[in-house]
């Protein structure tokens, strides 16, 4: 199973990073709040309806207890994809796919904090490595952040409280509900936050944009592939896996997205980038490799 989880893991961290200029073409149409309270609405009804053929074999859960989980891993990954987006705006899908590529970092680091979970010296490396690469990749070019780059960052801060609350209930609730009450979360609060934050509420929902091709292409592969299936993946297999090995997985993100990038527009990366881009990948893998003392505790056990 160990196999079969990491495979369906990396396929969906595929689609992510392949999916980030589809969306940057959308928004150039579309609202951002619209597009994702649209997409994650339409990912609710492509689950709902195997999980209403099958509900009756479904093991008897705590109501309250599994619409609270899902709503709390719903918030974060509303917060997630709601930076993400909103960030697409204003930088470059590459960029926005290895700044996504922190939450990897995160995770062992908000371990600390939340479970707390020593940090090894790889972590510490690690953290350190990715920040340099951010640094490299958001300042060289420019004295000030762009705007983009700090939405980014705090959508990588939200996913990688999504990693761990998704960790703290998957193995404990069914994985179809709980995935549902995530997506039905993240698609009623983009909706609300589409009215809140849209002055001119007329742009919000217009047929004629729907109909737009990048409009409707990018709803529909996000939808199916990149939003419903991928996050019944995550939830499902992180029942047979650790947030480490899922976070690892997950650093593949940000090379699918510069790889797409490249391929479908053409975009290019300055060295000092590029090197930002190196570093952070660096970050990813050092931060999940095991610690001296974890390797001799390991090697006296096997002894």
Known sequence: ??????????????????????????????????????????????????????????????????????????????????????????????????????????????????????????TVIGVGAATAGLYLMTFADRSTMNIGDFLVFLCAISFAMQIITTAKYAKSMPALPLTLIQLSTVSLLSFASAFIFTEDQSVIFRPSVMLQKDVWTALLVTAALATAFAFFAQTFFQAYTTPTRVALIFSMEPVFAAFSSYILIGEKLTSASLIGCALIFLGMILAELPSRRKKTKITQEVS
């Open 1 to 122: 199973m160990n196999k079969t989880a990491d495979a369906s893991l990396l396929f969906v961290v595929f689609i992510w990073g392949v999916t980030f200029v589809m969306v940057q073409n959308a928004l150039s149409f579309l609202e951002p709040f619209t597009f994702n309270a649209v997409r994650f609405f339409m990912a609710f009804v492509f689950l709902l309806i195997p999980y209403l053929l099958t509900v009756h074999k479904k093991p008897k859960t705590s109501n309250k207890g599994l619409l609270l989980a899902g709503i709390h891993i719903g918030v974060w990954l509303f917060l997630g994809y709601g930076f993400q987006t909103i960030g697409l705006n204003y930088t470059t899908p590459a960029k926005t796919g290895f700044i996504t590529g922190l939450s990897v970092v995160m995770v062992p680091v908000f371990s600390l904090l939340l479970l707390k979970h020593r940090l090894s010296r790889p």
